[in-house]
């Protein structure tokens, strides 16, 4: 930070809306640098706190991906299950040269312009052992069905899935399923697991990032977030939106090609908490700072609407079928140039750079020539989108 820009500490404001203080440039005072280290300061003493769910219920923010699904995985899972191969907390687990995934998924509704539940299923672990590096081979599908479901459903939900999985280039080996009551469900809950084997010599880790290293994000972002809540039919605004769903593990393959070994530092798919989650856990786990361009960003002007009228940063809206990719400075365009040589990537762009201070904070240089910090949020705005 230069002398004379200041922030506030990110917090929980009225509505669940995130408040930030846009930096302001002006007069130098003397004062200047100790409150913006005051103020980092003490965002690091919250951040070293131990985490410890205070809530006597689940509540649904514990399921969105922010700080209070941070909180509850490390205070109960992973103080429960802690082992060397958890604790990073990746999309999957690597051992042996296999990648291992699994995910539930609970969205409302099943169908949405653009996918159902079958297909994300498929694609979200699909894309989550591609971010490991894998290629992705095995899945099986547990299927939670209330009583009363229609049937014609359930058949549409699982041709859905075998053509995202033809589609993936994955098989669908082994399953389970279970009915209960009526009442006791929403009509159809999936949940996917996969394995991947590992046939290129990479580590990819959110851990990895370095300064001066490149964040790219594969395309338009917050498309399935808000497809998805305009679907349920319950806000009076229309957009011609479709949910950008889709398997990434061919675009991976493209990006890891196009660069050397190790060039590659990390790969993370912007599901729950969006983007802005994802830089999040990079900047903390590489104990660096993420600074992204405002203007940079790509989003489509119906997503950006819709954020507006709701109230929401796109960078917090989930995506089902875009990454975000940190990759070492002299192959950023390399990388893009790789990306946007796919379908899916057509529209791949440079959001922004690693730094080696603030270490831990993702600030955003805005289009109005500021900066803010990009904060994880408590919860959720958007609820059930995967």
Sequence with gaps: MNEGEGYAVPGEGPGGKQQVLERTTGADGPDTADRERQVLDRIERVRRRKARVREERITL???????????????VFLESFRNPMLEPLEDGAVADGLAFTTDSFVV??????????????????????AMCGARPRYLSAGFILEEGFPVADLRRIAASMAQAARTAGVWIVTGD???????????????????????????LSAAAARPGD??????????????????????DIEADLRSDTAPLNALTDLLLDACEDGAVRCLRDATRGGVATIVNEIAGASQVAVVLDEDAVPVRPAVRGACELLGIDPLYVACEGRMVAVVAGEFADAALAALRSHPL??????????????????????????????????????????
Aim: proline share 6%; with cysteine.
């Design 177 to 203: 399923t279970k009915v209960v009551q009526r009442g006791k469900a929403d009509g159809c809950y999936v949940t996917t697991s996969g394995v991947g084997t590992l046939e290129r010599p990479v580590r």
């Design 214 to 235: 490149a964040v790219l994000v594969s395309g338009p972002i917050g498309e399935h977030g808000i497809t998805v809540m305009l679907a349920r039919g319950e806000l």
């Design 108 to 129: 409302t509704p099943l169908f949405f312009p653009g996918g159902d539940i079958g297909d994300l299923a498929v694609n979200g672990t699909v894309n989550d052992l």
């Design 61 to 75: 923010a514990h399921g969105a991906g922010g700080k209070a699904t941070h909180t509850l995985i490390e205070a």
């Design 345 to 386: 990537g057509s529209e791949a762009a440079i959001i922004g750079r690693i730094n080696d201070d603030p270490p831990g904070l993702v600030l955003l240089r805005t289009s109005f020539g500021g900066t803010r910090i990009v904060d994880l949020l408590v919860g959720d705005p958007l609820p059930r989108i995967c």
